[in-house]
């Protein structure tokens, strides 16, 4: 167990509909990113949030937009779905940024778009 | 920008025997982290090893030890007698130093490199 923790574990949705995905660091963890994992596009970065502030957007859709609140855990909004957003969704927590604490990933939530 | 190269889609071991897994990467930063993420057949990433760029000494877990060249740019895996709980996907993945407040710290992952150990 990594400390880590996700919500929900399994999401099946239609298209055109909208989604929330939440990621709850390990405890102390200031810095939590967003990863995406499908089959045609592999492991990818999405986006990165620092004690509250946006840091870094890797290769996220318009259509997708995060957040990460005063008590750190992170939200990644999802919408207009399409059917290519299937994937499986992960977040990790770090200490922070600048050094090279290890990133410890959340268990991941599937998301099937029908 | 950085890329991650793992050339072996699909490698298989015998139990309690040894196997290696392949890594190259490409990037100009002299100051930088490599790693090693497992993904079992339950799909969570678990860290298997680290190693940061400026240590010329190898790092080692148990089981699982490193050959880091950096002029080759290559990080290869080593596991030594091979477990069945050892089956899974195995990422490596590079990260760039990032000086605080600056840089973020993503990681930038190979395609895997499925593990099969063979009873």
């Known amino acids: 167990d990594s400390g880590v923790t996700q919500t929900p574990k399994h999401l099946i949705t239609a298209t055109g509909q909208r989604v929330t995905l939440r990621c709850s660091p390990r405890?102390?963890?200031?810095?939590v990113y967003w990863y995406q994992q499908s089959l045609d596009q592999g492991l990818q970065f999405l986006i990165h949030y620092y004690n509250g502030e946006e840091r870094a957007k890797g290769n996220i859709l318009e259509r997708f937009s995060a957040q990460q609140f005063p008590d750190l855990h992170s939200e990644l909004n999802l919408s207009s779905l399409e059917l290519g957003d299937s994937a499986l969704y992960f977040c990790a927590s770090s200490v922070a940024p600048g050094s090279m604490y290890e990133q410890y990933f959340g268990p991941g939530t599937r998301l099937t778009v029908t | 920008a950085q890329t991650v190269t793992q050339s072996q889609p699909e490698m298989s071991v015998q139990e309690a025997e040894t196997v290696t897994l392949s890594c190259t990467y490409d990037?100009?930063?002299?100051?930088?982290?490599l790693f090693w993420y497992k993904q079992p057949p339950s799909r969570q990433m678990i860290l298997v090893i680290r190693q940061e760029a400026y240590k010329q000494q190898n790092a080692t877990e148990n089981r699982f030890s490193v050959n880091f060249q950096k002029a080759a740019k290559s990080f290869s895996l080593k596991i030594s007698d091979s477990q069945l709980g050892d089956t899974a996907m195995y990422f490596c993945?590079?990260?760039?130093?990032?000086?605080?407040?600056?840089?973020?710290?993503?990681?930038?992952f190979g395609t895997g490199t499925l593990l099969a150990v063979q009873p």
């Open positions: 990037t100009s930063e002299s100051n930088y982290y």
């Open positions: 405890s102390g963890d200031l810095s």
């Open positions: 993945a590079f990260m760039k130093h990032g000086r605080y407040g600056g840089a973020t710290n993503k990681l930038i």
